[in-house]
């Protein structure tokens, strides 16, 4: 690693052959926030007022210094895994960044999915305002990295030939922003009639048919009789010798009957006292938010320990918690700070969300 100023530097990502200017991954060792830095670049960078490009907030010997929006994560990381809309939204972002730019005369002379950070819907874009000698505006750099991300989907992009004809300039931006837009609201626009259908489906219970009369009738013909008592058959004949034959008292007959049923009652009862006092504990039910981790190259192996976690949540800091490649469990939604260790490499530092339904990638160094 190395120093520079206050922000740690990792290492050199890897850019496409040509030009001087390189690009490191780092840390600002005071605040965690990542960084990337630009070098050589002299002079001062450019205050930028675009909502898409990483805000440069430091320059020191001969380097520029961008700030990574917290939760950010590489967008090569992401390849083949982002849905269309998404993936729709982002270039929305950063081809108006683009005419941002022209419009200002303000170079963009690399693109690469390294240098496009993404979070959720948003899309922003580093190094704008570095000079590269053989471009102005990197259009098709921006169009190989659309390629790149989308991977075995871009193919069936319904907007890709509007967009392909917009950096080669045989599209406008109005034409191209409207296709777009219309491909994001698509999902929207099509769960509206089924709502519209299920609405009128309440009234079905007045148009449906009446019931049957004969069953109605059947219905309303009186219950059949109960059957009759037993009869009950009373000796009152004297028999030789003479002696007088008795029925047992009613009323012992109900006590014993009583006393026949609720015994067993009891005995029931009492057993599920019983269960319920000595029943083992219930086991406690499984919490987490599980994370996937995968590395490129996927072959190496690696540890994985907590750095930062957020508010309330119980992991161990610092402390090597599972291997990778491999599931991770964490205990809180939100944003954690990890640090994967592999033999022999460079540790990588890298703010991931929880819960992340995607994955983790991690590009080992």
Request: charged share 20%.
């Amino acid at each position: 690693m190395e120093s520079l100023g206050h922000y740690l530097l990792r290492g050199p990502l890897a850019l496409p052959e040509g030009g001087a200017t390189e690009v490191y991954e780092g840390q600002d060792v005071r605040t965690g926030i990542e960084v990337l830095a630009f070098r050589p670049c002299s002079g001062e960078p450019p205050r930028l007022a675009f909502a898409q490009a990483l805000p440069w907030i430091d320059h020191l010997e001969q380097a520029w210094i961008a700030e990574v929006p917290v939760g950010a994560v590489q967008a090569s990381w992401l390849v083949g895994q982002v849905e269309p809309v998404r993936l729709a939204q982002w270039v929305k972002q950063l081809v108006g960044l683009l005419e941002q730019a022209r419009a200002q005369d303000i170079p963009i002379g690399r693109i690469i999915p390294e240098l496009i950070w993404v979070r959720g819907s948003r899309a922003w874009l580093g190094g704008v305002g570095v000079e590269v000698p053989e471009q102005r505006w990197d259009f098709s750099g921006l169009l190989q990295a659309i390629r790149a991300i989308a991977k075995e989907t871009y193919p069936t992009l319904p907007w890709r030939e509007v967009l392909e004809g917009y950096l080669t300039g045989q599209v406008g931006h109005a034409q191209l922003l409207e296709q777009l837009e219309a491909f994001i609201a698509a999902p929207e626009a099509e769960v509206a009639p089924t709502a519209q259908e299920s609405a009128p489906t309440e009234p079905s219970s007045a148009a449906s048919p009446p019931p049957n009369k004969s069953l109605k009738v059947e219905q309303e013909e009186p219950p059949p009789p109960p059957p009759p008592p037993p009869r009950r058959i009373r000796i009152e004949e004297r028999l030789e010798p003479p002696f007088e034959v008795l029925e047992p008292p009613q009323t012992s007959r109900r006590a014993l009957l009583f006393w026949l049923w609720l015994v067993p009652l009891f005995l029931l009862l009492g057993g599920v006292g019983l269960w319920w006092r000595y029943r083992p504990p219930p086991s406690p039910r499984a919490t987490g938010y599980p994370v996937v981790f995968r590395l490129e190259p996927s072959a190496a192996r690696a540890s994985l320990a907590v750095l930062e976690a957020p508010e309330g949540s119980a992991m161990p800091l610092g402390v090597e918690l599972a291997e990778l490649p491999g599931e991770v469990t964490f205990d809180r939604p939100g944003i954690y700070r990890i640090r994967v260790r592999v033999p022999g490499r460079a540790p990588v530092d890298a703010l991931i969300e929880v819960p992340n339904p995607g994955g983790v990638t991690i590009q080992l160094r």
